[in-house]
């Protein structure tokens, strides 16, 4: 199974930008699709991004839309997240996943790999 490592998290204010990376390993290309989830202190995880790794198709929660953008370099075996015009409300812990099914799952069950995730707090 794929092993999955994010890193790029840390402290902004609010307005600014930072620039995930989620770096695969093992058998990054058995699975259909890496996302993005984010769990907020007390919350659930919830999806943010996804991106095949064949192909440009992407998925975003209504959250995110036109802030951030998933991105992938196959060379590298690494999925990004650029985000944008940060704010309060996007301070989570931010974890990548790798799914095995052939649609866009948004559910944490839809993905069987997991990193451990990397911190990002947006101060206002």
């Known amino acids: 199974q794929v092993q999955l490592e994010e890193s790029g998290g840390g402290l902004v204010q609010a307005g600014g930008s930072l620039r995930l990376s989620c770096a695969a390993s093992g058998r990054a290309y058995s699975n259909s699709y890496i996302g993005w989830f984010r769990q907020a202190p007390g919350k659930e995880r919830d999806f943010v991004a996804a991106?095949?790794?064949?192909?440009?198709?992407?998925y975003y929660a209504d959250s995110v839309k036109g802030r951030f953008t998933i991105s992938r370099d196959n060379a590298k075996n690494t999925v990004y997240l650029q985000m944008n015009s940060l704010n309060p409300e996007d301070t989570a812990v931010y974890y990548c996943?790798?799914?095995?099914?052939?649609?866009?799952?948004?559910?944490?069950?839809?993905?069987?790999?997991w990193g451990q995730g990397t911190q990002v707090t947006v101060s206002s």
């Open positions: 996943a790798a799914s095995r099914l052939i649609a866009p799952g948004t559910r944490t069950q839809d993905y069987d790999a």
């Open positions: 991106i095949r790794w064949s192909g440009q198709n992407t």
